[in-house]
């Protein structure tokens, strides 16, 4: 049995979740994958039994990933304004840093692996979240939302800008760059309309 060569399971990774961004989930194979970090089909199964459990596995590598830069300096104790901030500035660097994974998530959420892979993983994350509003609340920071009000709110501007961003433009057509005044504008907005 032939061992694991870590640089070619990184490229596998990377040609795998290019592929997915590029082509979606209905027009990744193992095959274009295999072709793509040319290597043989074989290898692959090498790492992988198949299909799914190469895209599951990539995904929970990517979601421990992603958790550990998101959670980087945050502690649910904060008071609200100061965790949101902080939670901006490792999201902004998240995806700033890795453009293509927001578009990979994304072909995920829309996909028969939401459930398995996205909605059953992070759940220490997912509960260091809730416990970081339901302080907020507790203090009096905000009002108690549903987390679906909460989350659209608290982030669904951030990720609107850094579509437009990776887009390069406004929804007029006109270029647009974030900047740090845009992105720190956006947040004070988020804030004072969260905030009690």
């Keep these: 049995m032939r061992v694991r060569d870590i640089d070619k399971v990184q490229l596998v990774k990377e040609k795998a979740i290019e592929l997915i961004v ?13 072709k793509a970090c040319q290597i043989s089909v074989g290898t692959l199964y090498i790492y992988y039994k198949d299909r799914d459990d190469l895209i ?11 958790e550990e830069v998101i959670v980087k300096d945050f502690d649910p104790e904060m008071s609200f304004e100061a ?3 902080t939670q901006w500035k490792n999201r ?6 890795k453009p293509h994974m927001n578009l990979f998530f994304d072909q995920l959420r829309s996909s028969s692996y939401q459930q398995e892979v996205l909605s059953e993983r992070m759940t220490e994350f997912k509960a260091s979240m809730s416990r970081f509003m339901q302080n907020a609340v507790a ?12 989350w659209s709110l608290a982030f669904a501007p951030l990720y609107n800008l850094l ?16 900047t740090d005044e845009v992105l720190w504008k956006t947040f004070d907005l988020v804030i004072k309309a969260l905030k009690r």
């Design 22 to 34: 590029r082509d979606g989930l209905e027009g990744f194979s193992m095959n274009k994958l295999a």
């Design 56 to 66: 599951v596995n990539v995904t929970i590598e990517e979601m421990r990933a992603m």
């Design 83 to 85: 965790g949101l901030r």
């Design 92 to 97: 902004f660097r998240y995806v700033m840093e």
């Design 139 to 150: 203090r009096g920071e905000i009002e108690p939302l549903s987390f679906e009000i909460y």
């Design 163 to 178: 579509r437009m961003d990776r887009e390069g433009k406004k929804l007029d057509g006109t270029s647009f760059k974030i």
